[in-house]
């Protein structure tokens, strides 16, 4: 059986963010989930040293490229131990709700990095690149007010409906939902970055873990 999503769910990107961290209102949202607010941040944080130079990374530069694919694998891996751990902080914190997996959800930003985290830890090793960007520095609500400025962002290759079809979970997608989220991630990480995109999914989780809190009465 296939997958339900939501197409009409996932962000459209019209801007970048300048620091690379949780929307404080998505964070405070599963503060009272200790593990899984833990995971969260560290995901976060693994995703920027994605970008990192060696100075940040602190390696060797012959070393950078290694380790910058292997935090992003790491981000990739915390934010899929955000629901597992929730079994934990629910008996933690006493709440009878059930815990929300990602695969349970209908946006496909979330089933999307599910399966990257699976298709990058157990089937391949896709490269970071990163591209320059002519930007806007300034806040979206002056564009006036902006600076232009070249910025690089980081790509990362070779996520394809080919390479996606190589995982276990494929058979839970149709073609044409492959299609659909391969497409947009490529559209979407070209024009902000994978590092944007991440944190988007992440935020999202978090937000939907909070309505199910507020269901449960535990808010």
């Not at 981000?75 to 597992?84: D, G, H, K, P, Q």
Request: proline share 3%; charged share 25%.
């Amino acid at each position: 059986m296939s997958h339900t999503l939501d197409f009409s769910l996932l962000p459209s990107v019209s801007y970048g963010r300048a620091f690379m961290r949780l929307d404080d209102d998505a964070a405070a949202g599963v503060a009272s989930l200790t593990r899984l607010s833990e995971r969260a941040s560290n995901a976060v944080r693994f995703a920027y040293w994605a970008g990192g130079t060696s100075d940040v990374l602190r390696c060797p530069e012959s070393e950078v490229q290694q380790l910058r694919e292997g935090c992003f694998r790491a981000a990739l891996t915390e934010f899929a131990s955000m629901e597992e751990v929730q079994v934990l902080d629910y008996k933690d914190c006493g709440i009878a709700g059930t815990p929300l997996k990602l695969n349970q959800t209908l946006n496909p930003i979330l089933h999307l990095f599910r399966e990257l985290r699976n298709l990058e830890v157990h089937l391949r090793h896709s490269e970071l690149r990163s591209v320059s960007k002519d930007v806007l520095w300034g806040h979206r609500d002056w564009p006036d007010e902006a600076t232009a400025l070249t910025i690089s962002i980081w790509i990362l290759d070779g996520v394809t409906p080919q390479s996606f079809g190589m995982l276990w979970n494929a058979k839970h997608y149709t073609p044409n939902q492959i299609d659909q989220m391969i497409s947009w991630l490529n559209a979407t990480q070209e024009q902000w970055g994978i590092q944007e995109v991440f944190l988007l999914a992440v935020e999202e989780y978090c937000r939907l873990i909070e309505n199910e809190l507020k269901r449960s009465g535990s808010d």
